[in-house]
């Protein structure tokens, strides 16, 4: 019984790192946090329309559901995006998010 229990944890843990290795693939930061300023935060900051949204606003994992389901309530916002840029929009949201190891506010 131990043995199974210790196959299953060993598994979780597997897939738990496979997942984090895939999350937010594909994106360049570097470019996601030029998009982010340029298409983003004109309505996603302090008393805009958007709200105040920085990347610490979500952890890893909800930035990755985000935009899994493409949940912006305002999709016109994107319309001009590429794939590309959107990956790398994520990207740059997910390596500065509330649980990452550079959290970060995009100035």
Known sequence: M???AKAVAI?????????AAW???GGNPKKGKYLYKKTC???????AEGGNLTPMTKTMSQWDRFFEKAQHPKAEA??????QDIKDIN?????HALDSSQPETCG
């Open 23 to 25: 999350a937010a693939e």
């Open 11 to 19: 598994l979780a843990i597997a897939a738990l790192c496979a997942s």
């Open 2 to 4: 131990k043995q199974i």
């Open 91 to 95: 990207q740059f949201l997910y390596d």
């Open 78 to 83: 994107w319309k001009d995006l590429k794939e």
């Open 41 to 47: 935060k004109s309505c996603h900051v302090e008393g």
